[in-house]
């Protein structure tokens, strides 16, 4: 089965205003309030003389994005980009995020065509910025009969690769160095190291898998890690025994966002420039039902030796995220980050417009809060305290996969289960992905995958120090 045109996506077209033809349906941006003939809160008035105003509130750090949502919405897919007002400012972080806000999986296989008043320079960033972004949310939505486990992961490094050599190629930005290596149950290292990956993907008749992304920055030290990613990559998740109701599991095929978003966030960072050695470990499979499959009770045992019991075959994605965390923390890295569409007790919290923020320190990283402030990305910051652990006691075991008690708070004891899987001497932020997908579309996202966060974490990636 091809996957060309899920690997392909939509057509995207970003070019300098003064290139635009007239087909580009001109959009003017405004913070001028709609005149009186119109319902209070209009936000999309025709023009005398043609086009749109499109009226944004500048209170909104993302105010532009949802302008891009409000074009969007219109059915417009190929417009010419005006400034009317000299509150708001057009730059690359503004462009990018409004080539996010007019994307949504309905154009996949479309096209996409925005001309902004930059100059060439500035235009560059947006392409590589969208591109990429976008890749990734194409990938995060591919259905699970397009690709699996294996085929997935070097199908989607292959197209990031590609995105980065084409960015290279246009910038004046010396080239580090891009490699990828695979891991499968055939490799002793894949035997030794991935306990939760074996445990999790032998339910399926599709490998599972830990892909590695290495890049080395100009001037990175090639034998010491600066920065190391992990993303959770269920390709595709049934709840196993622990069955999901239907409802729950029609979206599942975007289980596999963390490890994506991680993935796109190094490589992005790379074509940005980043002078730093960073390693994105990808552990990827499919929990599904069979005669293989984990069941509740089970117990395994991980290479640091935590003792772990199964007590949900629904909490696999901790399983996996382990696997890639003891391996990070071998690496010694300054800083350790991991992604993942972990918990449903992060929507409940927070909603789906954030990503939610753990680590030991309870306060958000300073230069990672930079980083999503600068790229206008939101994240709200969830409690990981040393009492979430009694949730997680096992009776067979050091811990549980699964927390219990009355009120226990699902993301917080979820970090706090990944937490035993982390040298407690390297800085850590588990990132709870509850903005990653959007089955209906927001102020900011159209419908389908988001590529929430991507961008913020390049932009650390590029320039947090430690």
């Not at 289980?255 to 490589?267: E, F, I, Q, R």
């Amino acid at each position: 089965m091809t996957a060309t045109a899920t690997a392909k996506g939509p057509r995207l077209d970003i070019i300098a205003r003064q290139d635009a033809t007239s087909d580009y349906f001109p959009v003017h941006l405004t913070t001028t309030a709609a005149p009186a003939c119109f319902a209070e809160g209009t936000n999309t008035v025709p023009r005398k003389d043609g086009g749109f105003d499109i009226i944004v509130d500048t209170a909104d750090d993302r105010c532009i994005q949802k302008a891009g949502r409000t074009v969007a919405s219109t059915g417009l897919t190929k417009v010419q980009v005006f400034i009317d007002s000299p509150d708001l400012k057009l730059d690359v972080v503004t462009a990018t995020q409004f080539v996010v806000g007019m994307y949504s999986d309905a154009l996949e296989n479309g096209s996409l065509a925005v001309a902004f008043d930059l100059n060439e320079a500035a235009l560059k960033s947006v392409r590589r910025n969208v591109n990429i972004i976008t890749l990734a949310r194409i990938f995060a939505n591919s259905p699970n009969n397009i690709y699996h486990t294996v085929d997935f992961v070097t199908t989607y490094y292959h197209e990031l690769e590609k995105a980065y050599n084409e960015a290279i190629a246009v910038s004046n930005l010396s080239s580090g160095k891009l490699s990828f290596k695979l891991y499968t149950p055939e490799d002793d290292f894949f035997k030794e190291n991935c306990i939760g990956l074996q445990t999790v993907g032998q339910s399926s008749d599709y490998a599972p898998c830990l892909g590695v992304i290495d890049f080395v920055g100009e001037g990175a030290d090639n034998s010491k890690i600066d920065i190391a990613l992990v993303g959770k990559g269920i390709a595709f998740d049934t709840g196993g025994y622990d069955l999901k109701p239907s409802k729950f599991m029609e979206t599942m095929h975007t289980d596999k966002s963390g490890l994506v978003y991680v993935a796109a966030a190094t490589v992005l960072a790379a074509a940005m420039g980043v002078r730093k050695h960073v390693r994105c470990y990808l552990p990827c499979a499919e929990n599904r039902i069979s005669a293989n499959a984990m069941v509740p009770g089970d117990i395994i045992t991980y290479p640091n030796g935590v003792k772990v019991e199964i007590g949900n075959t629904d909490a696999e994605g901790r399983l996996i995220l382990a696997d890639g965390l003891i391996l990070a923390s071998k690496d010694k890295p300054k800083y350790i980050l991991d992604a993942a569409t972990l918990t449903g007790a992060a929507k409940i919290a927070i909603g789906r417009d954030m990503c939610a923020v753990l680590n030991r320190t309870n306060s958000m990283d300073a230069q990672m809060a930079e980083a999503f402030a600068y790229t206008k990305e939101e994240y709200w910051l969830l409690p990981l305290r040393e009492y979430h652990k009694r949730y997680i006691t096992a009776r067979r075991a050091q811990i549980c996969n699964t927390s219990h008690g009355d009120g226990a708070p699902g993301a917080s004891t979820a970090a706090a289960f990944l937490s035993f899987f982390v040298d407690p001497e390297i800085k850590w932020t588990h990132l709870d992905l509850a903005n990653a997908f959007h089955k209906d579309s927001s102020p900011y996202y159209g419908t389908g995958s988001t590529g929430a966060t991507v961008y913020a974490l390049a932009h650390w990636l590029v320039g947090a120090e430690y």
